[in-house]
């Protein structure tokens, strides 16, 4: 329809428009008290600047690709439940399991959680 015009033109409503502010590092701090899908919508609205950042097993991480699973946990948010070549799972406010997949270590480069785990283990 766009490529041979015949798709339809709608004004926009501006009674309907709200503001976004500016993308700022303070967004990037994950806060696990949060639901699972909104933690999900963060690690996602954040890519590629500022990307959205936790605290891993002691050691500060970008983190740039999450799945949720609708796995249910009873741990308080933030704990670290597993990790696999699935990804490492961290309880949500919403009492669901996120499971990050990709990440950035602090001075290392951005890669698949499972080739994290094979030089740096996480014993839960």
């Known amino acids: 329809m766009i490529e041979n015009g015949t798709a339809v033109r709608t004004v926009q409503d501006e009674e309907a428009s709200t503001?976004?502010?500016m993308l700022s590092r303070?967004?990037?701090?994950?806060?696990?008290?949060?639901?699972?899908h909104a933690v999900n919508c963060q690690i996602r609205g954040l890519i590629p600047w500022p990307a959205a950042s936790a605290v891993v097993d002691g050691r500060a991480m970008k983190v740039f690709k999450s799945q949720e699973t609708g796995e249910e946990t009873s741990a308080e948010p933030g704990t670290l439940l597993s990790a696999d070549k699935r990804g490492i799972a961290v309880a949500c406010g919403d009492g669901k399991a996120l499971y990050?997949?990709?990440?950035?270590?602090?001075?290392?480069?951005?890669?698949?959680v499972a080739d994290y785990l094979r030089g740096h283990p996480i014993q839960l």
């Open 19 to 21: 503001y976004a502010p």
């Open 26 to 36: 303070d967004l990037s701090p994950i806060d696990w008290t949060k639901s699972a």
């Open 100 to 112: 990050l997949t990709e990440i950035q270590a602090d001075g290392g480069k951005r890669m698949p």
